[in-house]
């Protein structure tokens, strides 16, 4: 279950602009920013995609619970790319630093550009890897 | 080691694998810290002075020849994902950290006969999304974090939630290709054969077989390891089974014991829904006390609530008919014998699941099962209970029987009341089933990276619980490298038989001890004191 669905009303967020988020989250994303979303599938998805349960999504949505801050990383327009660099490599509470060998400063300056990217290119939100396959499944 | 020499270490590594994967500045060094550790910043904490990254095995082969001639330990990590068991970080101050990750190739999943043969950077993610992009027929089992490495997991005889002999890590194995600490390189079991196509097939060859050496030890470099997978099951079926009283647990267990051992069931979860009034000061007091609560005031405490004192999720893969007739079977084979128990049905549906089958949200009974790990699907939902920054895990093995719960219950639940910690043991606590044919239980403090107070006590407290098991016969299965020692020791029948045995054959093998030195409290003797 998406929690842009699900809790959206829940945690009163101010639904003008979270449905206008929504509107412009279909597709891909531009072509200069697939490298960016890709790492974002890979590396913060899993604790940060659009969906319940998540530790990162959560607690993202509880800081930021009264504020227009979305607790989804990929609805964020206030991120920079020094911001997006000192927390991938240095952590926060119990998010791990990411290691060179894991996101190596080319896919982190990817991310950074995919993050700060405007709402329209990014395209749809990433889905977890087994929602992903999950619909991969069901459309063979 | 000086200053030059250890230039020169660095400059033979940047020789071996680039300029570009070798690393020893504090900022580059920091993830590898561990993140989790109750020790951070104190003089306890254990850090790595450099790391390496090599492409391919003649890279790992190179890289450890160049530090068994500048005498420098390495510590091999996989994907450096074992949060709460040390995450990245070695057992000696200095070490140079061998950072595999790149080596990252799923080099085979062969549906037909069932394995796969990866190397330790293939994350569960990785071997999850190869298997499901090529529709292949067959299910991982995955921990509960899928960022870590079926390598490096069963190295460390991590666990998972489906069938039993799939849910063993390393017992799941079958082949490993090992780089030795002279850099020759070695494969077990019938990868010694040239010209076999059966290294993932039977896991023994001929002769000894030394795979157990490289599980939580330091005798080699593993580079590629051979795993059984099962096929993927048609039908996914659950069922739950409730007794009321707190001895019915005896008997509870030992018809769980005869339905995994049978082959019948995949991973079960033992529950006390007397835990949800753990929040009533009078019951958490019961259930609590020192000594113990005695069993009649335990089901007073049950009887008065309208509640069962234990229940048994149990769970079921298979096609359609046989899912059917062994929750029957198992129902049937309880209810009969234990007075005043029930059975709830389930869900069940056919594999793969949709999504909203893997949301669980249908399952007409709460349940701590975890339905993405039930069917073998790497996620990382579980850092939803991570609380604070982090923290450290304890989880005593003990024997797979109701008396011996009761007796853990007891003990060690008396044992940490002097810690102001929540209660990991009380008279509901519920034994793990995780490893095939043992129980454990968990302990599991928080770390808060700003306390060093807290830490500080959480840190007495693990060497305590440790050593009070321990008088019991109740032993860790894996630790992070600061406790390791403090487990090893506690492994001591015979005077340490068991550790002057792998101390004599690590000096025979990696005379200058540059392999993980301390690894499972296996200490070379250029470091024994």
Redesign the interface.
Known sequence: MRLAFAVAGALALAAGGAFAQQATRTGPAAPELEHGKAVYAHWCAPCHANSMGLAGTNSLTIKYEGTDIPGVLEDRTDLTAPVITYFVRNGVAWMPPFRRTEVSDADLAALSAYLTAPLEDRGAHTPLLADEMAEMEAAR | MDESAFAAFLNDLRGAVGED?V?SSD??M???RD??SPVWNTPEEIQASS?V?PADVAQVQEVVRIAKRHRVPLHPIS???N?GYG??SPNVQGSAVL?L??MDRVIEVNEERNYCLVEP?VSY?DL??HI??R?LKVMIDCPDP??GSPVGNALDRGVGYTMPQFRDHFGAHCGMEVVLPDGELMRTGMGAMPGADSWQEYPYGFGPDPSGLFAQGNFGVVTKMGFRLMPQPEYYRTGLVRVPRRRDLIKLVHHVNYLSDSGMVSEVRFASPLSALLGDPDFAALATKLGGPSDAEMDAAASAAGLHSWAIDLQFLGPEAATAAQWEYARDRILSDIPGAEALDGDHFAL?????Q??N?TQPYPTAIRR?GALG?????I??I?????HVGFFPVLPRDGEAVFEMQRVLGDASREYPLPPYFSAVTAPLFWHSNTFQMVFAPSIRRDDPEHNAMVHRAMKHMVAVAAEHGWGDYRAAPIYQDDVAATYSFNGGALRKFLEAMKDAVDPDGIIAPGRGGVWPARFRP
């Open positions: 994967w690393w900022t580059d920091f993830p590898y993140a989790f790391a990254a994907t450096g994902k949060f995450g990245a950072d990750k790149r950077g993610f999850y999304r499901q992009e529709g899928g960022w793969p699941a949709t999504e909203a893997l949301e949200d993405k699907i790497p996620s990382l939902g850092w939803e991570v609380r604070d920054d982090g």
